[in-house]
Structures are given as C-alpha cells and as structure tokens.
C-alpha cells in the first residue's frame, strides 16, 4: 500500500485546511483500509490525531484527548480512494507536519504500518 498525502500550507489561527490521503489501492481493498492521521511538531512526538478503523466509516480520536475532537474530521471517497483531514478553527498548537497511515494485517506479513510523505500545515497567530 502507498499513500500520498497532500494539502496543509499556511493558515491563520481561526481558519480551515483540508488534507488528502491517496491510496495505490481502489475498489473493496480501499473501502475496507484503515486510515489514521497523525502529526508531529518540532521538537515532540509523533501523536495521533483521528482516523477511521478498518472497513467503516466511523471517526475515532485519542482516548482522553479533546484537543481536536469537534474541529477535526476524517472522511473517505472511495471514488477517489482518497481519506481526507477537515481541520477547522485551528490554533497556532495544530502546526505540525501531518502524516497519514495504514496499519495493514496480512497472514503473510503479520501488521506492517504504511506511511504517506508528511505535509507541512503552519497555523499562524
């Protein structure tokens, strides 16, 4: 599986950002991978942010974690074979680079996570 994520740039605090997340895979396989987001700011931990579990639709968040909870929404195209961030009232804390990933299970791999490139979202002040 290959991701490729795409959007973030710049933002002001207060303003919307909408990342995508391409998969190499289409049809049943997409509809059925599980997508997460995470991001990493300068100088701490790569942390999860939201994401869908495998073969539905329904948003999870970080257990005990309200920080985007409410402002952040995850969405899939299976058309498009594309998962999507909505992001909205953003604040200076949600710059990071943004990472999406698949966690796979296969018989013969056992769990392999898959990464898209990290994009750059700047929130400013």
């Known amino acids: 599986v290959q991701l490729q994520a795409s959007g973030g740039g710049l933002v002001q605090t207060g303003g919307s950002a909408s990342l995508s997340c391409t998969a190499s895979?289409?049809?049943?396989?997409?509809?059925?991978?599980?997508v997460g987001w995470f991001r990493q700011a300068p100088g701490k931990d790569r942390e999860f942010v939201a994401g869908?579990?495998?073969?539905?639709?329904?948003?999870?968040?970080?257990y005990h974690e309200d920080s985007v909870k409410g402002r952040f929404t995850v969405s899939r195209d299976n058309a498009k074979n594309t998962v999507y961030l909505q992001m909205n009232s953003l604040e200076p804390e949600d710059t990071a680079v943004y990472y999406c990933?698949?966690?796979?299970?296969?018989?013969?791999?056992?769990?392999?996570?898959?990464w898209g490139q990290g994009t750059q979202l700047t929130v400013s002040s």
């Open positions: 895979v289409s049809g049943r396989a997409f509809s059925r991978l599980p």
């Open positions: 990933n698949s966690n796979v299970w296969t018989p013969e791999r056992g769990s392999v996570d898959y």
């Open positions: 869908l579990r495998w073969g539905g639709s329904n948003i999870y968040y970080p």
